[in-house]
T-cell receptor
Framework: RKEVEQDPGPFNVPEGATVAFNCTYS??????FFWYRQDCRKEPKLLMS???SGNEDGRFTAQLNRASQYISLLIRDSKLSDSATYLC???????????????FGAGTILRVKS | EPEVTQTPSHQVTQMGQEVILRCVPI?????FYWYRQILGQKVEFLVS????????KSEIFDDQFSVERPDGSNFTLKIRSTKLEDSAMYFC??????????FGSGTRLTVV
């Protein structure tokens, strides 16, 4: 089983649409959770951290369900500039506490069209 | 905004040659990482580095790979004898605390 699983998409949506991405992780000891955005051939960039209580940043809402080991990202009022690959990322504390490597999902491709 | 700088942006090398990928992390960061991304695949952890030593490495990071922080500012990844399958984007990252990773813009390594 993959450590972090995502629907690869692509999700093709019109401008203004609401789109939701899901992610599951296999390691129940996972400590921290993030959504990153990656544009073609660029570095991953942090979109938002994900907290157990759920959190919102403008048009973006992230949810975490630890019991189900499930993370979601909702994008409202999609813009053309939202077109990218969205990466679900968890940290699993390594043997050395400060290792804290990131474990990436393969990403979900979003294409927003006018 | 502080950034992680990687050079070169693109490196082409012949199979069997040694390559050194360079990174300048953010100056007050303490934890350093290398990740790689083969075209069309996910970002994969290679190695983490703290207090001048490797703190964790993945199965990918075999004897062909090494890391160094030679002068307190640069952080390098060396591949001793490159293989075709080493072709990938290599991302350096650094962080200060529990989160807050900053990634460099990457080096695209092409092995021919």
């Amino acid at each position: 089983r993959k450590e972090v699983e995502q629907d690869p998409g692509p999700f093709n949506v019109p401008e203004g649409a609401t789109v939701a991405f899901n992610c599951t992780y296999s390691n129940s000891a996972s400590q921290s959770f993030f959504w990153y955005r990656q544009d073609c051939r660029k570095e991953p960039k942090l979109l938002m951290s994900v907290y157990s209580s759920g959190n919102e940043d403008g048009r973006f809402t992230a949810q975490l369900n630890r019991a189900s080991q499930y993370i979601s990202l909702l994008i409202r009022d999609s813009k053309l500039s939202d077109s990218a690959t969205y990466l679900c990322v968890v940290t699993i504390t390594g043997y050395m506490e400060y290792g804290n490597k990131l474990v990436f999902g393969a990403g979900t491709i979003l294409r927003v069209k006018s | 905004e502080p950034e992680v700088t990687q050079t070169p942006s693109h490196q082409v090398t012949q199979m069997g040659q040694e390559v050194i990928l360079r990174c300048v992390p953010i100056s007050n960061h303490l934890y350093f990482y290398w990740y790689r991304q083969i075209l069309g695949q996910k970002v994969e952890f290679l190695v983490s580095f703290y207090n001048n030593e490797i703190s964790e490495k993945s199965e990918i990071f075999d004897d062909q790979f090494s890391v160094e922080r030679p002068d307190g500012s640069n952080f390098t990844l060396k591949i001793r004898s490159t293989k075709l399958e080493d072709s990938a984007m290599y991302f350096c990252a650094s962080r200060q605390g529990p989160s807050g990773y900053t990634f460099g813009s990457g080096t695209r390594l092409t092995v021919v």
